[in-house]
């Protein structure tokens, strides 16, 4: 079934009741499961438009691998009792590793998708050379953590980084001899070798949208922006329930926006000058505060407050004004908007840019729905880390489909 014939609702992959594809159907299965919850086998049967019996001889083999497991009978008004099957958590383990420029993230995630294990190390910029040895360390700490028996269920490592970890150097005040050392660093590949587990990589925010695709608001929407204010304010691509990488891996990149037209010998400011958390950041350090203020309530208190209040002011038109050309270009369902900030800054924001958007002329264009993500700092580490789940058990191995609700 594609994706025109799956009508105007979040895509569903059904599985095949032939020969020769027993691997797809098993994954077609765990994911139904992984999105619905737990659910009877004739609710699967319902959704995959697998058969019965299909299903039946599925989640046998499921269970005996240790990938599902059976929950408490519910009895109905009529005849046997059905019995849920639901993910066993302990099937299958996962790490992701969010490497930013202010601080890493490590978390272990298990097959439901609840954190087991989590590391974060803060830093002022990241060295490649003391980089490594961290994540050697907290890479055997998590192997440790699990019982011997679970621990060649670990599926692999899922990075979450910026394309381009050692540009914007001179914004952030970064020595140009240590940035430019990520221009010469495969670290997939170094991982990989210094762990033995196959890692992944994918874009710190594109990470992020994965997360918000598979575990949070971007399970309602076809099509959305998703914009994530970190660092630099960055974000990724959804279109038709698939994430959409680019060419150069690079779509979704909000924070290059450009905010002008081109009028002189200067560029044109770039959306991320103006709607990053360095910009806050750096308004509280100049007054003497504590710049970590921006992760928790005190962004919106006492001596933080105005400064906030005028980083608002100036990052929303900036991201109305990104989120307005997103609409016209791609025709979009919705804009989630999360970052690595408090709650309620983002719920500040949020307010602020649905106050600007209302400004725009939407004639001929659809004005797109604003929404909150629902998973903040954790987003980029676990987006990395459902990579390597879905690698080995969704039966798109590539594009994070999302099943018809």
């Known amino acids: 079934m594609d994706a025109a014939a799956a009508g105007a609702g ?3 992959p059904h599985g095949s009741s032939q020969g020769g594809v027993r691997q797809y159907n098993e994954r077609v299965v765990l994911q139904a499961v992984r999105q619905h919850g737990a659910m009877a086998g004739a609710d699967i049967a319902r959704l995959t438009r697998l058969t019965a019996q299909t299903v ?3 989640t046998k083999r499921l269970l005996d691998d240790g990938l599902l497991v059976k ?7 009529v005849g046997q009792p059905s019995v849920p099957l639901a993910l066993d958590a302990d099937g299958a383990y996962s790490i992701g590793i969010k490497v930013g420029r202010r601080g890493m993230d490590l978390l272990l995630l298990d097959f439901a998708g609840n954190v087991r294990e989590r590391a974060s190390v803060p830093y002022a910029f990241p060295d490649p050379d003391t980089l490594l040895p961290e994540i050697t360390q907290q890479v055997k700490a998590f192997r440790k953590a699990l019982a011997p028996a679970r621990r060649e269920r670990l599926q692999g490592i899922g990075i979450a980084a910026p394309l381009s970890l050692g540009g914007w150097h001179e914004l952030l005040g970064v020595d140009a001899a240590m940035a430019d050392k990520w221009n010469h660093v ?3 590949e170094r991982v990989e070798r210094a762990c033995g587990l196959p890692v992944h990589f994918v874009k710190d925010t594109a990470a992020a949208c994965v997360a918000e695709l598979v575990a949070g608001q971007g399970r309602n929407l076809r099509s959305f922006l998703y914009v994530f ?3 630099f304010i960055g974000g990724g691509l959804v279109i038709d329930s698939h994430l959409r990488s680019g060419v150069n891996g690079n779509a979704g990149a909000v924070g290059s926006l450009a905010l002008e037209t081109h009028g002189g010998k200067a560029p044109p400011r770039q959306l991320l000058s103006v709607a990053s958390l360095f910009n806050l950041e750096a308004a509280y350090r ?3 505060l504590d710049a970590d203020a921006a992760q928790d309530e005190r962004a919106l208190q006492g001596a933080w407050q105005p400064h906030t209040q005028r980083w608002i002011r100036e990052a929303s038109p900036a991201i109305g004004l990104a989120i307005n050309h997103a609409a016209c270009l791609l025709d979009l369902d919705g804009v989630i908007i999360d970052g690595s900030f408090g709650r309620g800054l983002r719920d500040a924001l949020l307010a602020q840019v649905e106050a600007d958007l209302a400004g725009y002329d939407w004639e001929g264009v659809a004005r797109p729905q604003l929404w909150a993500g629902s998973i903040g700092s954790d987003a980029r580490a676990l987006g990395g880390a459902l990579l390597p789940l879905y690698a ?3 039966p798109d191995r590539d594009l994070f489909l999302k099943l018809e609700r």
């Open 10 to 12: 979040p895509l569903r």
């Open 56 to 58: 039946s001889l599925i």
């Open 71 to 77: 929950g408490e009978p519910v009895r109905g008004k």
């Open 186 to 188: 495969d670290l997939s």
């Open 229 to 231: 204010v970190d660092t």
């Open 286 to 288: 100049a007054a003497g």
């Open 392 to 394: 080995n058990f969704a």
